[in-house]
């Protein structure tokens, strides 16, 4: 029996690959230290769990809920960029929250796309980026993920040479998986082409709290005139570690918020109420919280660095992001992300993702999540050291250690 159309058009999960081997490596006793999925680890703030079993206690939030979020929720959304960019947002008509950004970036495929569109789309990036369209009918072109001369290039041949011409393109920065950030004069110039070309801007601003060095990452919506050609997603599960609660935004351009609205209002009813109302307290209360993250990130981005240097593995430093983008030491490179990645957990006992994952031009680099303490990140890093020390002698049981150096 043949596979669904839709299903057709999906390849295998790769993540999926590395899951089974460490469910299975677990089940047989090992201590697998999982820096690969983005899932926080740190607690929710204590003010926004007691927000939340306070509303979930009164018998009024039990119904269903608002698919496009409560007043209060859009509106607290509202507050935190105009104090954040200084960006104004109506919330009745460029609001919509959503149940997680992933949610919302598929629902917005599904209301844009026709069969057949051109999406230009950052490779490697994360997944929905890409497969959000082409579930939806979709036709992915890619461009490069650095924002620089390259990036606008692709661009440039994407307009001239794609039929038909290309709708949107997507944008994350701080960039999952990559952590490459972007700064206004890039987002001036993405706008300035996008609305020369008609092109709409979709951009994933899921880690805007997250950043170490620099300046705040900026949202596109601070230029001018973006919000004729652009939407903006965000999250509230890295920033408040409320990743399972599942609370995202869409903000930006009325019609394509109108769309999405419309789309979401056919497929859910919202996100549960209190839910919703804990958000709104996250968005409103102190913020001190949001600074504590950050510095906890940034000093588990410090320890892995010197830790795995110390091991023979050289971290690039992320300027921003809860992400390392991570190139595979040379001598294992001829395997492959996938293959190095399940290396890993069979003989160092770490997780990482491979980045095959993210787009074939990621299958160079593992991503590795900011997602364990310290102790556990140093130990990772010993772990990491004894399988380098012993691969030349190790390293034939998996794969001839010639094909792994050419």
């Known amino acids: 029996m043949s596979e669904f159309h839709s299903v057709r058009r999906l390849p295998q999960y790769v993540f ?13 006793g090992a201590d697998i230290i999982d820096l690969g999925m983005g899932n926080p680890d740190l607690p929710t703030p204590q003010h926004i769990v007691q927000k939340l079993a306070e509303t979930a206690a009164r ?11 409560i007043n209060g929720l859009r509106k607290a959304q509202a507050a935190y960029y105009d104090r954040r960019f200084g960006v104004k947002l109506d919330p ?3 609001i919509v929250a959503t149940i997680g950004s992933k949610e919302g970036f598929a629902n917005m495929a599904q209301a844009i796309t026709a069969p057949g569109d051109v999406v230009l789309v950052p490779n490697p990036s994360y997944p929905i980026h890409a497969f959000g369209f082409l579930m939806a009918g979709g036709v992915i072109r890619s461009v490069p993920v650095e924002p620089g001369p390259e990036f606008f290039r692709a661009m440039e041949r994407a307009v001239m040479h794609s039929i038909p011409k290309p709708l949107a393109v997507v944008l994350c920065y701080p960039s999952n998986p990559t952590a490459h950030v972007a700064d206004l004069d890039f987002y001036r110039d993405v706008v300035s082409f996008a609305r020369r070309h008609e092109l709409f801007i979709l951009s994933d ?5 997250i950043y170490f060095e620099g300046d705040p990452p900026p949202s596109v919506l601070q230029v001018p005139g973006a919000m004729d050609v652009a939407v903006e997603f965000t999250s509230m599960s890295k920033t408040f570690s409320m990743a399972g609660w599942r609370m995202g935004f869409a903000v930006g351009n009325e019609r394509l918020i109108a769309a999405l609205g419309r789309v979401k209002s056919y497929l859910d009813y919202g996100a549960y109420t209190p839910i919703q ?20 990130y940034k000093h588990r981005r410090d320890v892995m660095v010197e830790s795995f240097s110390r091991a023979g593995w050289q971290i690039p430093a992320p300027k921003a992001s809860m992400f390392a983008w991570v190139p595979i030491p040379e001598e294992f490179k001829a395997l492959g992300s996938l293959e190095f990645s399940k290396l890993l957990i ?20 593992v991503r590795i999540a900011l997602v364990e303490n310290e102790q556990r990140i140093r130990q990772a890093a010993r772990n990491i050291r004894r399988f380098l020390e012993s691969a030349d002698k190790t390293l034939h049981n998996v794969v001839p250690i010639s094909s792994a150096r050419r």
């Open 16 to 28: 999926e690959q590395v899951n089974r081997l460490k469910a299975s490596a677990r089940a047989a």
């Open 59 to 69: 018998p009024d939030v039990h119904g269903y809920s608002a698919s496009r979020g």
């Open 92 to 94: 009745n008509t460029q």
């Open 205 to 209: 601003l899921a880690y805007s709290e």
């Open 277 to 296: 109302v804990a958000a709104t307290a996250a968005l409103n209360g102190p913020q001190d919280c949001i600074a504590e993250m950050r510095a906890t």
């Open 346 to 365: 069979e003989k160092a006992d770490v997780a990482v993702a491979p980045g095959v994952g993210f787009g074939e031009h990621g299958d160079d680099y």
